[in-house]
């Protein structure tokens, strides 16, 4: 370990979500370069004096937490230029209203400019991962764009390459060849780029934008390709309809019988999924990423989270894009998550806070399957850490940690980050990109896509 890098975290309470699910008070954590080394209680017999002498950087989190880096199982960054535009709209209304002329409208530079933004959004508010489920191909750089701002911001990445080939919306669809072909454009690019922070998988977008041609084929692409499946499925009643009528098969059942249904698939949403479809995703042993913020914006429904968790389904949590939450603030997300399904079931015991922690990191690590290597603060495993704030009056005093963050806690709270062993954001402020340029850079481009759209959609030139 000559020449490597030494970190240190001491004095925080260490919430590790490792199998026993310790919280360590007066806690330390030791990274060397980009692996965990250390995790424990500070000795009070001075044993472990020396190693303040040894470290290239201490940070001392009294009064602060230290856990994982969450997973954000589930977004759409381009969409941080759309969020707020329309507030009050289903689905399919939201989609034809907003998101297609808003993406339509959008040129190269924005695709990165809202990626950006949306990194810089994740990692201060405690995700060190995204899955960014991306569709929107209208430029030649729109993926490099998306993916260069992952590079840049220094977090840890999945693109979904999303696509469709049956004409909702003409100008967004591709044929089937050329889906792959720039899949594998991409494979060849950025598959472990930036020091293995970045992957890509593959996101067929919605089953009602799919042929089961595109389909199959895609079932059979990331078996070759070892990838992961992201897709959207039975996010509202309309597409279980969809499916019915076009297959005589509800959503997970048509995912199944093309063979994109496995280990490695990740449902979002999953709304609307009955008894045998929750059957199948236990056989199959697939994730679903829930996304409540933006099931309860868009009204979609309340997925049975409980009761997937109880038959021992992998469920990880998504913020989804900012166009349907409106920000991608994951510690809201969790509070979120333990009151959604409390009110809807009637039952206050559930989900407790540690079981909505778990979500939100191991189960997100299994998720993308690197639950060896994330999700908890355990030696050998990656350096991706976050440390929270608690010493704020919507916080303090403080009986238990963990109810603290996930109820009490929001994406400011978020004092600093490491991602891969790297301090990405210190006392709150990002260290690698510049923010407020990048901010000043959106808002001007976001002015001139207000004028673009303003005529022949109203909504964009509304001031309140």
Request: one cysteine or more.
């Amino acid at each position: 370990m000559i020449g490597v890098k030494k970190q240190l975290i001491r004095n925080g309470t260490v919430i590790t979500m490792n199998e026993e699910m310790r919280v360590i008070p007066n806690g330390y954590v030791l990274m060397e370069g980009d692996l965990i080394s250390e995790v424990g209680e500070w000795p009070a017999d001075g044993s472990k004096d020396e190693l303040l002498r040894q470290v290239d950087m201490l940070l001392d989190a009294q009064g602060k937490a230290v856990i994982p880096g969450l997973v954000n199982g589930h977004t759409h960054l381009f969409q941080t230029f759309i969020r707020g535009v329309s507030d009050d709209l289903p689905l399919a209304q939201w989609l034809r209203q907003i998101i297609w002329p808003a993406s339509l409208a959008m040129e190269e530079e924005d695709f990165y400019l809202a990626a950006m933004i949306g990194c810089i959004e994740n990692l201060k508010s405690g995700a060190t991962y995204i899955m960014d489920h991306h569709y929107v191909h209208t430029h030649a750089g729109n993926d490099d764009g998306v993916l260069k701002a992952m590079q840049e911001s220094g977090i840890r990445g999945h693109m979904a390459r999303g696509g469709v080939d049956l004409s909702y919306e003409p100008r967004l669809s591709e044929t089937i060849e050329q889906i792959f072909d720039r899949t594998d454009v991409l494979l060849d690019r950025w598959q472990g780029a930036a020091e293995g922070r970045i992957s890509i998988a593959l996101g067929p977008l919605n089953l009602y934008g799919c042929s089961e041609s595109f389909l199959r084929q895609a079932a059979e692409y990331s078996e070759r390709n070892k990838l992961i499946t992201h897709l959207h499925v039975a996010e509202t009643k309309d597409q279980i309809d969809n499916t019915m009528e076009r297959f005589g098969l509800r959503n997970l059942e048509l995912v199944e019988a093309v063979g994109l249904l496995g280990k490695h698939t990740q449902v979002v949403h999953g709304v609307w999924l009955d008894d045998k479809e929750l059957d199948l995703l236990k056989k199959n042993e697939a994730t679903v990423i829930h996304c409540p913020v933006s099931n309860m914006y868009l009204a979609s429904g309340v997925a049975r989270v409980p009761e997937m968790l109880e038959r021992g389904i992998n469920v990880a949590l998504g913020t989804d894009g900012p166009g349907s939450n409106n920000c991608q603030d994951n510690l809201e997300v969790l509070k979120f998550t333990a009151c959604l399904h409390k009110v809807d079931q009637l039952d206050s015991t559930l989900l407790p806070p540690m079981q909505v922690l778990k979500m939100g990191t191991i189960n997100g690590a299994k998720a993308v399957g690197r639950e060896r290597e994330l999700g908890s603060l355990e030696p050998g495993k990656k350096a991706d850490v976050v440390i929270i704030d608690l010493q704020k009056a919507h916080i303090a005093p403080i009986h238990r940690v963990s109810s603290a963050i996930v109820y009490n806690a929001n994406g400011n709270d978020v004092d600093s980050v490491f991602v891969n062993g790297q301090l990405v954001v210190h006392r709150g402020k990002c260290t690698l990109v510049d923010e407020e340029e990048i901010i000043r850079r959106a808002q001007a481009r976001v002015d001139v896509l207000r004028q673009r759209l303003g005529t022949a959609y109203p909504v964009f030139s509304v001031v309140e």
